[in-house]
């Protein structure tokens, strides 16, 4: 066997390992985060502020990879680094089992404090592994099926989390009534099985391969000239800049959805969970779809599409004060997980391609920092708007806005300003978007019957038109602008 053999079986495997590490990563943050946490929570008594910290503090922490990426641009050793963060991440969460030194531990202040204590460490360190670990697969993973595997993975995590969701949820139903203490056991249970698969999940990423030979690497650069070297770099500051804005006009308004289906409509859990299902589903479904078009045309046309498609959902949610709610809600969370999916999907594989292999994990760090600050300020600003919105109405007619839909109003609005900064990014070999419509007006995966072909061709046709119309204006006006420029 020779020297590329070699390393073209290693990359099998760590592309393989990759995916197992991932899924057993998945079933962790799954149990440790999201609804569990909020559960778990509000059963050791937190309140608002207990909350808000902790859906704060998986975003403020992104400011340490800062930190973590002038190691790894000094010493390297990025899989070391990734391993030794995501070990710290992985066992904290048996801090957790400290609450109960208290006999009563739902009724004793301290209890919370823990938890939130045992999610600023995990979150913490994880962070930090996180900037290791995207450089790791930068170089790990080659760009040309980059689309197709991330896809792919993306996928498995998806599937992944749903069932878990499920089965994790009726197994805490099965302690509530298990006597005193027995809701805090089962999430104590819960928080043990998220740290097993937390450890097997190791196991795996330890058998994945860094290609790069590992060495020092600028041994007299200051941790603030490393920190000033993407912000250098216009194009990726670009990118920056729309990924934080968007980060920003996204979660302005997506922690209050919930909230606007639970208090406003009435909804049930259980109904509340099966629309986000649904969501999960069709991101699941669409992957693929969006792994390959990412490949084939880049990944800006996708994210010109899918941000478009994305900005216009806050608005559409107007329609819900209709009878027929639910069957709309249903409609949207189709609609969501479609194009959120090829958005999550394609923002990621932009952001690899646009940092350079030198010094790219300080530049994916500071990209983490960006957003991470912009997504831990939004929603904080937007329940003071929900607050201050709070009774407002404005009857159109056909259509009542009031309460919370505004702020879905503003954050739809603002999405679609933020897609300005993504306008003047520039992808190496990227396609037009029209061309990218055309092509997916033209896929035989869509299985639609004959009698609906010529009317789906001219809308597909149309809107192509319309894109590149919009491409060329924006061109134009960026060469007037430079023009301008040289002559100043």
């Not at 069709?282 to 996708?302: C, H, M, N, T």
């Not at 990218?436 to 809107?463: H, Q, S």
Request: proline content about 3%; glycine content about 8%.
């Amino acid at each position: 066997m020779n020297g590329e053999d070699k390393i073209g079986i290693d990359l099998r495997q760590g592309l393989r390992n990759s995916i197992y590490d991932g899924a057993f990563a998945q079933i962790m943050s799954v149990l440790t985060s999201g609804i569990f946490l909020t559960g778990f929570a509000l059963l050791l008594g937190a309140n608002e502020l207990h909350i808000g910290i902790l859906a704060a503090i998986p975003f403020i922490v992104q400011l340490t990879q800062l930190g973590s990426s002038f190691v790894i641009e000094q010493k390297g050793k990025r899989k070391r680094t990734c391993l030794a963060f995501a070990s710290v991440n992985r066992y904290s969460w048996l801090l957790v089992f400290a609450i109960l030194l208290w006999r009563n531990p739902e009724q004793s202040p301290t209890s919370i404090w823990i938890l939130v204590g045992a999610s600023i460490i995990s979150y913490l360190f994880g962070s930090a592994g996180g900037v290791a670990w995207l450089s790791w697969m930068a170089d790990l993973v080659p760009q040309e099926i980059r689309g197709r595997y991330f896809a792919k993975r993306n996928m498995i995590l998806a599937i992944v989390g749903v069932v878990v969701t499920l089965l994790a949820g009726k197994y805490l139903d099965l302690w509530k009534n298990l006597g005193a203490n027995g809701e805090v056991y089962g999430f104590l249970s819960v928080f043990l099985i998220a740290v097993i698969c937390g450890v097997i999940s190791l196991h795996f990423l330890k058998r994945i391969p860094d290609l790069e030979k590992e060495k020092p690497k600028k041994e007299g650069l200051g941790f603030w000239k490393m920190v000033k070297i993407p912000f250098g770099d216009s194009n990726f500051l670009r990118f920056a800049l729309f990924s934080a804005s968007w980060s920003f006009s996204v979660n302005l308004a997506s922690p209050f959805f919930a909230v606007y289906m639970l208090k406003d409509l009435k909804m049930s859990y259980g109904l509340l969970a099966l629309v986000y299902i649904l969501n999960e589903v069709s991101s699941i479904l669409a992957l693929p779809l969006w792994g390959k078009l990412s490949d084939r045309f880049g990944s800006k046309p996708v994210l010109s599409l899918t941000t478009l498609a994305t900005s216009l959902l806050p608005v559409l949610w107007l329609l819900t004060v209709s009878s027929h709610f639910v069957f709309i809600i249903i409609i949207l969370q189709l609609y969501g997980g479609l194009f959120w999916s090829g958005l999550n999907l394609n923002n990621n594989n932009l952001l690899l391609k646009l940092a350079p292999k030198e010094n790219n994990s300080i530049y994916l760090a500071t990209f983490a920092a960006l957003t991470g600050l912009a997504t831990a300020v939004a929603p904080v600003l937007g329940g003071f708007l929900a607050n201050e919105l709070r009774g407002t109405t404005l009857n159109l007619g056909y259509v009542k806005i009031y309460d919370l839909l505004f702020l879905f109003l503003i954050s739809g609005f603002l999405r679609l300003v933020s897609r300005i900064f993504l306008q003047k990014v520039t992808e190496p070999k990227e396609k037009p978007v029209g061309r990218m419509i055309r092509a997916l007006g033209r896929l035989g995966t869509l299985n639609v019957t004959k009698g609906f072909e010529p009317l789906l061709n001219y809308v597909y046709l149309a809107t192509s038109r319309i894109t590149d119309f919009i491409e060329k204006k924006e061109n134009s006006m960026k060469n007037e602008k430079m023009g301008e420029d040289d002559q100043n």
